[in-house]
């Protein structure tokens, strides 16, 4: 960065692609980035933006190879590589903004996006390290940067809240669309969860039955532990100027907890698919925080 009093601005068009992209991308960032001071408030816009955008990859192609092209795009927009075509893109312009503001994003964006590449294929989550290291990737690391520009120190307290918090609220959102994974027949649970309980990652996609109900138990649960830790994490008083960064995990815990009922309730529902919330009910969650 190149000077520590600065702060990121957007220009105005660019500004208004970043904060439809998230409107339209569930509610939860777009609310919660304007709980965030206003130098770090642009910053987080066109990161959790670029999120939103990579993530909405899967739903648009049907081939892991289209999938990857795409992000091999935004992996030479990251490069400096398409400064021409991002000039007509509104999120390519202001990622381009963003990196000629802090060059040193670049690697980390680079590894989300190659992170990424795990959404386009068949093949399981190893284990739960391997599952927490892509939700680290994918997440924390936009959650930690975004700290950082509101003022927070940058030591092992914050990295550990950021890791959890990207951790709860990357599998919330993963039990929220296991229909849609199973439909690409894809499985983010992790397979020493699904060993211990009889499956497979391949019977993981038949029709649900109890073994299926232990293994979404034990995901809830994961997440769970997670989004507590982040929880408790945000208690320490010296992470105070960070908390803004971390306003999302109001809404997780609202959507956690909806989780959990349903799965006292009617566990199936969440393999045939739920319907989110309204975003009355997000605004609420974030309001009381």
């Known amino acids: 960065?190149?000077?520590?009093?600065?702060?990121?601005?957007?220009?105005?068009?660019?500004?208004?692609?970043?904060?439809?992209?998230?409107?339209?991308?569930?509610?939860?960032?777009?609310?919660?980035?304007?709980?965030?001071?206003?130098?770090?408030r642009d910053l987080a816009n066109v990161l959790f933006a670029f999120d939103a955008q990579i993530r909405s990859i899967p739903h648009l192609v049907a081939e892991p190879m289209a999938g990857e092209?795409?992000?091999?795009?935004?992996?030479?927009?990251?490069?400096?590589?398409?400064?021409?075509?991002?000039?007509?893109?509104?999120?390519?312009?202001a990622l381009v903004q963003l990196l000629d503001f802090d060059p040193s994003l670049a690697p980390t964006l680079t590894a989300k996006l190659?992170?990424?590449?795990?959404?386009?294929?068949?093949?399981?989550?190893?284990?739960?390290?391997?599952?927490?290291?892509?939700?680290?990737?994918?997440?924390?690391v936009l959650l930690h940067r975004t700290a950082l520009a509101c003022?927070?120190?940058?030591?092992?307290?914050?990295?550990?809240?950021?890791?959890?918090?990207?951790?709860?609220?990357?599998?919330?959102?993963?039990l929220e669309t296991i229909a849609f994974q199973r439909s690409r027949n894809q499985c983010y649970f992790p397979m020493d969860l699904l060993s211990a309980v009889g499956l497979s990652a391949t019977e993981f996609m038949e029709p649900p039955d109890e073994r299926h109900r232990i293994a979404l138990s034990g995901m809830v649960d994961l997440a769970a532990e997670h989004l507590n830790r982040a929880n408790e994490a945000q208690m320490i008083s010296a992470i105070e100027p960070a908390k803004a960064a971390f306003r999302v995990l109001a809404a997780t815990r609202m959507r956690h907890k909806r989780i959990k009922k349903q799965l006292m309730k009617d566990w199936q529902r969440l393999f045939a698919g739920m319907p989110p919330p309204s975003q009355l009910r997000v605004q609420w969650a974030l309001l009381r925080g």
């Open 1 to 40: 960065m190149s000077d520590n009093h600065a702060h990121f601005v957007l220009d105005a068009n660019a500004g208004t692609a970043c904060r439809e992209i998230l409107k339209q991308s569930g509610g939860d960032m777009y609310f919660a980035t304007m709980f965030l001071p206003p130098q770090a």
């Open 69 to 93: 092209v795409r992000v091999q795009w935004w992996t030479d927009v990251v490069m400096r590589e398409r400064d021409g075509e991002a000039a007509g893109h509104p999120l390519a312009r």
């Open 114 to 140: 190659q992170a990424h590449i795990f959404d386009f294929y068949s093949d399981p989550m190893e284990d739960r390290a391997m599952l927490e290291g892509w939700c680290g990737e994918t997440l924390s």
């Open 151 to 174: 003022g927070a120190e940058a030591d092992t307290r914050l990295a550990d809240l950021s890791g959890h918090a990207g951790c709860a609220v990357a599998m919330t959102r993963l």
